[in-house]
Nanobody
Framework: QVQLVESGGGSVQAGGSLRLSCAVSGRTYTTTCMGWFRQAPGKEREGVAVIYWGGEVTDYADSVKGRFTISRDTVKNTLYLQMNSLAPEDTAMYYC???????????????????WGQGTQVTISS
């Protein structure tokens, strides 16, 4: 079992920054695909960024490339999403997800993650 707890969401003005954290506990291994997803009201959930816990893979949605950075601290067992140049369209509930899988099965196209956090709200005002 893996437990995921997100934090760091909030309300900021457009152009601002936020850093989301996802504390990972339970059985974690280097062979784990980790991801950040978001869902805005009335919209489908979309993948934002993924990273392989061992570091072999990172992938970003086109809409966040150059603005968001996914990273992980293997000592603190924490996943991060640094979000810069935030825009109103980034407003959504952000979720952390984890799935034991090999690197070739870790990518932004992956949706079948076994473990999900409860989400943290990000609101960007114009």
């Amino acid at each position: 079992q893996v437990q995921l707890v997100e934090s760091g969401g909030g309300s900021v003005q457009a152009g601002g920054s936020l850093r989301l954290s996802c504390a990972v506990s339970g059985r974690t291994y280097t062979t784990t695909c980790m991801g950040w997803f978001r869902q805005a009201p009335g919209k489908e959930r979309e993948g934002v960024a993924v990273i392989y816990w061992g570091g072999e893979v990172t992938d970003y949605a086109d809409s966040v490339k150059g603005r968001f950075t996914i990273s992980r601290d293997t000592v603190k067992n924490t996943l991060y999403l640094q979000m810069n140049s935030l825009a109103p369209e980034d407003t959504a509930m952000y979720y952390c997800a984890a799935d034991p899988s090999p690197p070739f099965r870790c990518g932004l196209w992956k949706t079948n993650f076994d473990y999900w956090g409860q989400g943290t709200q990000v609101t960007i005002s114009s």
